[in-house]
């Protein structure tokens, strides 16, 4: 299905509407065209909902959103970490973005409930596919989860494949919440209520004092494999009894 740059529309919304039109035909043959119309209305609804359009991907040190919608939430997850929660209704974009460029390095589905993807509950108890993407010298978690009526979340990487910062890695359909994790060494970008394009509109940033501290510490590093070991003791040496 990705990379879809040929097409503003996934394959799935596709079949949905080549389904619900051939339906509607056969509804409106069968009984009358009055009938067959709802269908219609469904078919150009399933092409409007699973639109993929290109996003301008920004550069430099950033994290982007993983998807179209709503900031409801930006949390403290402990000392260590805060979440940003971002809710997507049945009109936004569900395509969904890496929000860094990186590694996958674990992939996680988790069955839960299916409660309004709204609530602060569904962080925890809702379905959904948790991803741990490892960048340079960071570390960020995004999950798809599933709302009340989204019930299939579509996630197309596997551990070991590499991802640029906004690519494209899967869907959640019909209304659903995307979460991501970040460390202390991340600046957030956005307050709840704010509106964001998936892979377009930046979440977060890289605080510069971290990478200084985290290029002192591979320098030191560096140096200190360089050093030589001591020679050992000559006979005589005082220093050496």
Not at 17 to 40: K, N, Q
Not at 147 to 169: C, S
């Amino acid at each position: 299905m990705w990379e879809n740059s040929s097409s503003v529309i996934v394959i799935d919304g596709i079949y949905y509407a080549l389904a619900l039109t051939g339906a509607g035909a056969l509804v409106a043959w069968i009984v009358s065209p009055w009938f067959g119309a709802p269908l219609w209305l469904l078919a150009a609804f399933c092409l409007y909902f699973f639109r993929d359009p290109d996003r301008n991907i920004p550069a430099g040190p950033v994290a982007v959103s993983p998807a179209d919608g709503k900031v409801v939430a930006v949390k403290s997850e402990g000392p260590a970490l805060t979440r940003v929660s971002i809710f997507l209704n049945v009109f936004n974009v569900h395509v969904n973005r890496t929000p860094i460029a990186g590694t996958i390095a674990k992939v996680q589905y988790r069955e839960g409930k299916f409660h309004v993807a709204s609530r602060e509950v569904c962080s925890d108890r809702n379905e959904q596919n948790v991803v741990t993407v490892q960048g340079e010298g960071t570390t960020v978690v995004f999950k798809q989860i599933a709302g009340l009526i989204a019930r299939r979340i579509v996630f197309d990487k596997k551990p070991g494949d590499h991802v640029d910062t906004g690519e494209r890695v899967g869907l959640i359909k019909f209304g659903s919440r995307v979460d991501v994790l970040f460390g202390p060494e991340w600046e957030i970008a956005v307050h709840p209520g704010m509106h964001v394009s998936g892979g377009s509109t930046i979440i977060a940033r890289r605080q510069a004092v971290h990478a200084e501290v985290g290029h002192a510490l591979a320098c030191q590093s560096e140096t200190a494999t360089a050093v030589p070991p001591k020679e050992a003791p000559r006979a005589g040496d005082p220093h050496g009894a």
